[in-house]
């Protein structure tokens, strides 16, 4: 450790919280550089009636171009630091932070939040109700609404986040829960099912986890139209949930089921459609592309009816959802060869 990073420790030390009793804490924060991070350094600021003792923003970025741009950390630009993880993903990114914790908790917040005003407050109140054998509280996430219409399929699927368990848009982990339990798994490369993961562990090693009162705001961030299509890969991560937590993980972990059993069902129809057309079988290849469209046709209406139902919506939703089923499947099965015989994280890098 170098003279400066001693100074800066001894500094932070004897924070308020230390002196009066409070709860002390970390914010976390990964991020790849996108502007929405100064919004949320701008609105914790603000809100963080309980300081941090640290707020360390983890660079994630591949290929830095330069210095990460930190604007709007207000008070809290004395207590922030900037840490890097060299683009490896947000499981990685928090654990580089995480591993520079020296407080009883540690507070997990994505860059695309914003805390509102009574946060704090909210936190506050949050971690001095926690039990002792409570690992980690949860934030309320709340996503806005477009006023005037009917949200879009995006909108729809992040305003699934405010039922989400806990998201780590805003989780707060007591660090002697987290820290010996591994931290998040690497092995998942996107913000999707790490959370879940590290929280069936903490519940399966006898810890508890707890919805909180502070509230987030998690705004819908601006998507092209085949994001649904990306988003896909995520069934690779179902797949390792699935090797590593076993087949009832979903409901253990508070999870949507999902679509996958229809995709399998879509996809098998429209490749056995295929292979029985080039094998000279017309009427069964006519019934197993019937079935095929039926599927299709469902799928999109699901997707179209909540929706605005405007033509760029609607043409959006009809070519997604014959694209995601075999994508769905193609994922998923790539995951379930890639993590066969894979075991529970152990803090492994």
């Known amino acids: 450790m170098t003279s400066n990073e001693e100074t800066h420790r001894a500094e932070h030390s004897r924070s308020p919280g230390q002196q009066t009793g409070e709860p002390r804490y970390c914010v976390v924060i990964p991020t790849i550089g996108r502007p929405c991070l100064q919004d949320c350094l701008r609105a914790l600021a603000k809100a963080a009636l309980l300081r ?17 741009a930190i604007h709007g950390a207000g008070r809290l630009a004395g207590r922030l630091r900037v840490l890097a993880s ?35 407050a909210g936190l506050r109140h949050d971690l001095r109700g926690a039990a002792p054998r409570t690992a980690g509280v949860q934030g309320r996430l709340r996503v806005p609404r477009a006023a005037g219409r009917r949200p879009t399929d995006w909108e729809r699927c992040t ?32 913000a999707f099912r790490e959370d879940a ?30 994001v649904s299509v990306r988003s896909q890969r995520g069934n690779a991560d179902d797949a390792l949930m699935r090797h590593i937590h076993g087949r009832d993980w979903w409901s253990r972990a508070e999870a949507p ?14 490749a056995g459609a295929v292979v029985l057309a080039l094998a000279g079988r017309r009427r069964a290849a006519a019934v197993a592309a019937g079935l095929w469209a039926i599927g299709t046709a469902e799928f999109s209406w699901a997707r179209i009816a909540p929706g605005p139902r405007t033509a760029s919506e609607v043409t959006t939703m009809i070519g997604t959802s014959i694209l995601i089923p075999p994508l769905a499947v193609r994922h998923w099965t790539a995951g379930l060869l890639r993590h066969r ?7 492994r890098s």
């Open 52 to 68: 941090p003792h640290e707020v360390l923003v983890v660079d994630d970025r591949p290929t830095p171009d330069g210095p990460l």
């Open 86 to 120: 060299h683009g490896r993903g947000p499981a990685a990114a928090r654990n580089v932070g995480l591993r520079e914790v020296t407080t009883e908790w540690v507070v997990f917040l994505d860059d695309d939040v914003r805390v509102l005003p009574d946060w704090g």
């Open 159 to 190: 305003a699934g986040l405010e039922k989400a368990a806990w998201a780590t848009a805003d989780m707060a982990y007591r660090t002697e829960a987290v820290g010996p339990a591994g931290g998040f798994d690497e092995r998942f490369p996107r």
């Open 197 to 226: 993961d590290l929280a069936l562990r903490l519940q399966d090693a006898g810890w508890i986890l707890t919805r909180g009162s502070r509230s987030t705001l998690h705004p819908v961030r601006p998507a092209d139209r085949w």
């Open 257 to 270: 089921r999902g679509r996958l059993p229809r995709h399998l069902a879509v996809t098998g129809a429209g």
């Open 341 to 347: 015989g894979a075991a529970p994280w152990g803090g």
